[in-house]
């Protein structure tokens, strides 16, 4: 049992880390406080045990698979876990610090729920499920939630300097989107067919290339009248 805990742990906790990595090295001109990083991504990881809950109420209550209650619940519990212990702090000064903390929450998020998607096959002993489970999450699940949760931190980034009730209907647009999204690609996936997982792979990738390209726009936007190696 032990065993199976810490693969699961570490193998939930892997693809995040490496997205995060990728996340920090596109963040370098102008990288945040680790200790802040590190406190987005564990806020983002207790929102799982909170969300749980929730969802099994929420599928008692309305039946059948309720995708759309699902995604609701994920990506609000997202955006409270940010707004209550990240995007308040003096160190989010910047639009695209708004992103890259959206997407760290998010990558916190996948990699406790890629906890829990994983620990059923390890502890019947069906490693190879598991090993196809962790590597679908790696390429589908992960940069979902990542990609959701960018949708809010661009509402909030575009929104900075807008008055309280501008930046409240903002965010509200983007966690319409993000939940959208998050609906879209668990109602495909729920299809359970391969033709039905490559369409939602496609879509998730195609939504991560926009991201990152939207991101890079973004900073250079902001950063590009600054002097060489300062913020």
């Not at 200790?35 to 987005?40: C, D, T």
């Not at 369409?199 to 890079?216: G, R, S």
Request: aromatic share 12%.
């Amino acid at each position: 049992m032990v065993s199976t805990l810490v693969y699961a742990f570490f193998g939930g906790l892997a693809p995040s880390l490496v997205w995060l990595y990728f996340l920090l090295k596109e963040d370098s001109r102008c990288p945040e406080p680790k200790l802040l990083i590190a406190l987005a991504f564990i806020a983002g990881m207790c929102a799982v045990p909170l969300a749980l809950p929730l969802e099994i109420y929420a599928q008692s209550s309305l039946g059948g698979t309720p995708v759309l209650a699902w995604a609701i619940i994920e990506e609000v519990l997202k955006y409270l876990m940010a707004a209550l212990f990240i995007l308040w702090r003096s160190s989010v000064d910047e639009p695209p610090d708004y992103v890259i903390y959206m997407m760290t929450v998010a990558l916190g998020f996948a990699a406790a729920e890629n906890m829990l998607f994983l620990f059923a096959p390890l502890s019947a002993g069906q490693f190879a499920l598991g090993l196809f489970t962790g590597d679908q999450r790696f390429v589908g699940a992960t940069l979902l939630h990542v990609t959701a949760s960018s949708l809010v931190g661009f509402s909030l980034a575009l929104s900075s300097a807008a008055r309280p009730l501008q930046r409240i209907l903002a965010v509200t647009a983007g966690l319409i989107l993000a939940i959208a999204l998050h609906t879209v690609f668990n109602t495909i996936i729920m299809h359970n067919k391969s033709a039905s997982t490559l369409d939602a792979f496609f879509l998730v990738w195609v939504a991560v290339v926009v991201t990152f390209a939207a991101l890079e726009v973004l900073k250079y936007f902001r950063y590009r009248n600054l002097p060489p190696n300062t913020c």
